[in-house]
């Protein structure tokens, strides 16, 4: 019953922004880890950017100084904001979790990576 969904995925023009949003839903009892990762046509799936429930931040070489994580956890969601958006972020973009989840009224279990579908970015002139 747990999912991640993501939006707020789009074509943007090189140097433009972009924020996309990850929630999760359903019975949760904690959320550890959240994280966006991409993958591009052709290419291996990469970890973009991650972030603990204690707010510890890590980033990708390539996106640092760019992009910024943060997490909403009233909300159980996460965001990316990406700024300077470059022909080379273009891929789908996948949520990430590692989160606790409810079994029963009594009984929580672990679920490590969880993944949302994928929103998809293009950046292009």
């Known amino acids: 019953q747990v999912q991640l969904v993501e939006s707020g995925g789009g074509l943007v023009q090189p140097g433009g922004s972009l924020r996309l949003s990850c929630a999760a839903s359903?019975?949760?009892?904690?959320?550890?880890?959240m994280g966006w990762y991409r993958q591009a046509p052709g290419k291996q799936r990469e970890l973009v950017a991650a972030?603990?429930?204690?707010?510890?931040?890590n980033y990708a070489d390539s996106v640092k100084g760019r992009f910024t994580i943060s997490r909403d956890n009233a909300k159980n969601t996460v965001y990316l904001q990406m700024n300077s958006l470059k022909p080379e972020d273009t891929a789908v973009y996948y949520c990430?979790?590692?989160?606790?989840?409810?079994?029963?009224?009594?009984?929580?279990?672990?679920?490590?990576?969880?993944w949302g579908r994928g929103t998809q970015v293009t950046v292009s002139s």
């Open positions: 990430n979790a590692d989160l606790i989840r409810f079994y029963s009224g009594a009984t929580a279990v672990p679920i490590n990576d969880l």
């Open positions: 359903g019975r949760i009892f904690s959320i550890d880890v």
């Open positions: 972030i603990t429930s204690g707010g510890s931040r």
